[in-house]
C-alpha cells in the first residue's frame, strides 16, 4: 500500500492566489481528515469526512477555506484567497474506524508570502 | 467533549535513560487510545495503540504503554532511549466519534 499520497509536498505563493492541496486516501478507509500544523497553533483539526460526505468542519478558520471529497479516493483543500497567516504544513490523514489509528500523509508545507 | 493532557512540554534526557511521557484523558467511557511520533520534518507515525485486553501495550521501536482506567491514563514508556528517539510524541483518545482528540504534544531531545 503506497498510504495516504498527498500533492504538492511544497507549494509556494503569492498572498492572494488560490491553492488546492490534494490528498488520495488509503484505499478502503472510510475517514478522512485535514489538519493544520504550525509552530505557534500547535496540530489544528480542520475538516473530516465519513464515506465522502463532511460531518464536521467547525475548525476551517474561515470562509477562504473549503474541502471536497467527491470519491472515495479523493480529496481537496482549497484556500482562496490565500494570506500569509495560512503558511504552515497540511497534513491529510485517513482511517478505517475498525482498526483504529491514523495514517498521515507527508503533508504539504504551504508558504504564502 | 473529551480532552488530552500532556503534562510534560519538553523532555531532555541522555542516551539510555529512561522515559515515561504523561498522557491523560477526561472520558468517562469505553476509549481507543494512541500515541503517535512526529520525527523532525515528518509527519505523524502511529507507535502504538490499546483498544481492548492487557492494558499493558507495546509497540514499535522498544515503546510501550500502560492504560490504568482508574487514573484516566496512558503513559508511554522506554527503557533506554536513544538519540534517534528525539521527535514530538502526541497521545489521542478515541470515543465514539469517527475523529481522535490529540494532545498538544511532548517535545523529546535525547542528548548523545
Known amino acids: 500500500d503506497a498510504g495516504v499520497i498527498q500533492s504538492p509536498r511544497h507549494e509556494v505563493t503569492e498572498m492572494g492566489q488560490e491553492v488546492t492541496l490534494r490528498c488520495k486516501p488509503i484505499s478502503g478507509h472510510d475517514y478522512l481528515f485535514w489538519y493544520r500544523q504550525t509552530m505557534m497553533r500547535g496540530l489544528e483539526l480542520l475538516i473530516y469526512?465519513?464515506?465522502?460526505?463532511?460531518?464536521?468542519d467547525s475548525g476551517m478558520p474561515e470562509d477562504r477555506f473549503s474541502a471536497k471529497m467527491p470519491n472515495a479516493s479523493f480529496s481537496t483543500l482549497k484556500i482562496q484567497p490565500s494570506e500569509p497567516r495560512d503558511s504552515a504544513v497540511y497534513f491529510c490523514?485517513?482511517?478505517?474506524?475498525?482498526?483504529?489509528?491514523?495514517?498521515f500523509g507527508s503533508g504539504t508545507r504551504l508558504t504564502v508570502v | 467533549a473529551q480532552s488530552v493532557s500532556q503534562h510534560n512540554h519538553h523532555v531532555i534526557l541522555s542516551e539510555a535513560a529512561s522515559l515515561e511521557l504523561g498522557c491523560n484523558y477526561s472520558y468517562g467511557g469505553t476509549v481507543n487510545l494512541f500515541w503517535y511520533v512526529q520525527y523532525p520534518g515528518q509527519h505523524l507515525q502511529l507507535l502504538l495503540k490499546?483498544?481492548?485486553?492487557?492494558?499493558l501495550v507495546k509497540g514499535i521501536k522498544g515503546f510501550e504503554a500502560e492504560f490504568i482506567k482508574s487514573k484516566f491514563s496512558f503513559n508511554l514508556r522506554k527503557p533506554s532511549v536513544q538519540w534517534s528517539d528525539t521527535a514530538e510524541y502526541f497521545c489521542?483518545?478515541?470515543?465514539?466519534?469517527?475523529?481522535?482528540?490529540f494532545g498538544d504534544g511532548t517535545t523529546l531531545t535525547v542528548k548523545p
Open positions: 490499546y483498544f481492548s485486553g492487557d492494558p
Open positions: 490523514a485517513s482511517r478505517n474506524y475498525d482498526r483504529g489509528g491514523y495514517t
Open positions: 469526512f465519513n464515506n465522502n460526505v463532511p460531518i464536521d
Open positions: 489521542a483518545v478515541n470515543t465514539n466519534a469517527g475523529k481522535s482528540t
